[in-house]
């Protein structure tokens, strides 16, 4: 049996963001610069940067089984055992050759959206969205951070690694699918996710709102030495604004970061 990455769950809280606000804006208007923006642009990244929080809380866990639609993880460890069946939906054979995954939740934390939401509230809608855009790209920051968490582990086995798959993007898994990983990042105090003061509701909602579940598998059998995007399996693809590339393979390398 594959042993875990010790320790099992881990923070990461000391996460670098690179938001380049010439970029957000040329992803926001599909590719075309759009100039009469860029100074707006720059005043919601420099905003965004002094309000976000950002961290991830991530856990190992053992694949021990994938089905059609199913893979079922397991922290078994002495003393201590959890272990969970995810319905993913019908692209759970992108879990297939994994050995071991990497579960995460990552967030930026909850002072950038209140900003947005007062911005709104004063009819200052363009600087809304665009520090709310602003917000988006680093969490997609915080989901590169845990990206290379995985990659470096799997790159000391000499394994592969899966696309990041993450339950209300994925086809077929729904946001309520946040729970069944979310038993795995609660179970340890100092190290999960209520110390980055996340929490999942009884809705299923995480809180902050701009925080984002994720799954990686790592195995032997993978071919792809970094963490791919889904885009093309995802729920959100006809209408993201971070989706740049229509034709991309589930498992080439992202253009945008995954949430
Ligand atoms: S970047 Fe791709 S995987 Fe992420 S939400 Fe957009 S379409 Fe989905």
Known sequence: MAPLPSPRQQLLTDVSIAIDPAAVLLTLNRGRRIDRLNADMAAAVTTARRLIRPAAAMAWVRVTSVTAETVTLDSMEAGSRHAVSLNIGPHADLMAAAVIALISVGTIGDDLDAAVRELNHKGE???????????????SEVGRAVRE????????RNWG????????TLDGWPLTG?????GFLESDGPAGAAAIGI????NGVLTPHKSATGLIGLGAA????????VCGFCQLRHTCWRRRNS?????GPPAIADP
């Open 125 to 139: 809608l363009l600087q809304a969205y665009l520090l709310d855009s602003a917000g988006v790209v680093a969490l």
């Open 149 to 156: 968490q995985a990659e470096a582990e799997a790159s000391r």
């Open 161 to 168: 690694v899966s696309p990041s798959l993450g339950p209300g």
């Open 178 to 182: 946040q729970r069944g990983l979310w």
């Open 199 to 202: 929490t999942l509701g009884e």
């Open 222 to 229: 993978y071919r792809s030495r970094r963490v791919g995007s």
């Open 247 to 251: 034709s991309r393979a589930a498992d």
